[in-house]
């Protein structure tokens, strides 16, 4: 199946830094990616849809000036938390969808943030 | 409103025994359907999906899921579980949108 990797797998931050999480898709093209976010236990919430060359479509209750999403070619996007608070520590995921077939999105590995 | 649910949050089940996980959608429309598996600290790994025609689908790892319109239900199904089933497994139904929106998560625990 299609490989998409995040960078980092794990990060710890101090409260007020800005995090970068970056998603590729290594064998694929992906007009579409998406960020989610996992708490403890809990099911994957979407945050955003990335769309390559336009500005990313959020969530209702996702605040994108604190969540910035960057989708500047066919093979990565970005995530950055801007200013993260100890209650921004998740799991983050992302996932891509393959260009031409709508239907199947294939996820990376995750990046678990810590902010301290 | 859309939804999908998973009833059960864990299902336990000896090895060698076939297993059933349970997924319940709620969509207007045609639903496309998807199982996804998770083990611990990594992302979601594709497994089956629904899209049409056949009822049963088969996926990876001898996994399989029947779409029951009538029920709608899609159950993940496997005939002989194995100790390295053990993950968390989500069901997710595609919006028109092209959003998934996935149940709560079943986790498995296979005992040897």
């Known amino acids: 199946g299609a490989v998409v990797s995040q960078h980092p797998s794990r990060v710890i931050c101090k409260s007020g830094t800005s995090v970068k999480i970056e998603c590729r898709s290594l064998?694929?093209?992906?007009?579409?990616m998406f960020w989610y976010r996992q708490f403890p236990k809990k099911s994957l919430m979407l945050m955003a849809t990335s769309n390559e060359g336009s500005k990313a479509t959020y969530e209702q209750g996702v605040e994108k000036d604190k969540f910035l999403i960057n989708h500047a070619s066919l093979t990565l996007s970005t995530l950055t938390v801007t200013s993260a608070h100890p209650e921004d520590s998740s799991f983050y995921i992302c996932?891509?969808?393959?260009?031409?077939?709508?239907?199947?999105?294939?996820f990376g590995p995750g990046t678990r943030l810590t902010v301290l | 409103a859309q939804s999908v649910a998973q009833p059960e949050d864990q299902v336990n089940v000896a090895e060698g025994n076939p297993l059933t996980v349970k997924c319940t959608y709620s969509v207007s429309g045609n639903p496309y359907l998807f199982w996804y598996v998770q083990y611990p600290n990594r992302g979601l790994q594709f497994l089956l999906k629904?899209?049409?025609?056949?009822?049963l689908v088969k996926g990876s790892y001898g996994f399989e899921a029947e779409f029951n319109k009538s029920q709608t239900s899609f159950h993940l199904k496997k005939p002989s579980a194995l100790v390295s089933d053990s993950a968390l497994y989500f069901c997710a139904v595609r919006l028109n949108t092209d959003k998934l929106i996935f149940g709560t998560g079943t986790r498995l625990q296979v005992f040897p």
């Open positions: 629904y899209i049409t025609g056949d009822n």
């Open positions: 064998d694929f093209q992906a007009t579409t």
């Open positions: 996932s891509s969808r393959l260009a031409g077939v709508l239907d199947t999105q294939y």
